[in-house]
């Protein structure tokens, strides 16, 4: 069955720094997202991407968050200048509708 | 925005006993999904369920729209059953679908 697929399973970094969080989506799917999950918390929406463009976000998706699909397989979070608070859990999922289908995540670490 | 509320938060069983999580949201929704989150943080889908009954070896769900609840059933539970079971309800905003996750339910099945 294919799958999202999601790079580096763990990321550590410093603050300040800038990452980029890399999902493949399950190749004939429209709709990609990225989720977010503090530890011990439940899950966020962060974003929506429909037709190259963001077609909803959230309140924790600011200006320092951006999204892309550079070349129509990958799917790209980044965080410009990365907080301590942004230390999380980051989902990429994917759909042609409904259900969504969720990679395996990137633990995020801001030291 | 729509609220979706998970019991009991915590559950603790012996290996072999039954157990009955339950999900209710405020308003409709389009879909539901049931997830296990494993201890490696994977988000594990269980059930697509938007009205109805669905079985799946040991673990069924079933999903009334009409008065906002879902319930998810382990039967026979084994250790390899712990973890955080999440029930999220698909709205579509924006132009996608996107899922609002509850709290979870913290599952311990002990030997």
């Known amino acids: 069955e294919p799958e999202v697929t999601q790079t580096p399973s763990h990321q550590v970094t410093q603050m300040g720094q800038e990452v980029i969080l890399r999902c493949v989506p399950i190749?004939?799917?429209?709709?990609f997202y990225w989720y977010r999950q503090i530890l011990g918390q439940k899950v966020e929406f962060l974003v929506s991407f429909y037709n190259n463009e963001i077609s909803e976000k959230s309140e924790i998706f600011d200006d320092q968050f951006s999204v892309e699909r550079p070349d129509g397989s990958n799917f790209t979070l980044k965080i410009r200048s990365t907080k301590l608070e942004d230390s999380a859990m980051y989902f990429c999922a994917s759909s042609r509708g409904s259900p969504l289908h969720f990679g395996n995540g990137t633990r995020l670490t801001v030291t | 925005g729509i609220q979706v509320e998970q019991s009991p938060p915590d559950l603790i069983l012996q290996e072999g006993a039954n157990s009955t999580l339950r999900c209710n949201f405020s308003d409709s929704v389009n879909n539901l999904q049931w997830f296990h989150q494993n201890p490696w943080g994977q988000l594990i889908n269980l059930f697509y369920?938007?009205?109805g009954t669905k079985q799946n070896g040991r673990l069924s769900a079933t999903t009334v729209a009409t008065e906002r609840y879902s319930l998810l059933y382990i039967s026979s539970s084994q250790t390899t059953d712990s973890g955080v079971y999440f029930c999220?309800?698909?709205?579509?905003?924006?132009?996608?679908?996107?899922?609002?996750f509850g709290k979870g339910t913290k599952l311990t099945v002990n030997p």
């Open positions: 369920i938007p009205s």
């Open positions: 999220a309800v698909e709205l579509y905003q924006g132009g996608s679908e996107k899922l609002v």
């Open positions: 190749s004939n799917h429209l709709y």
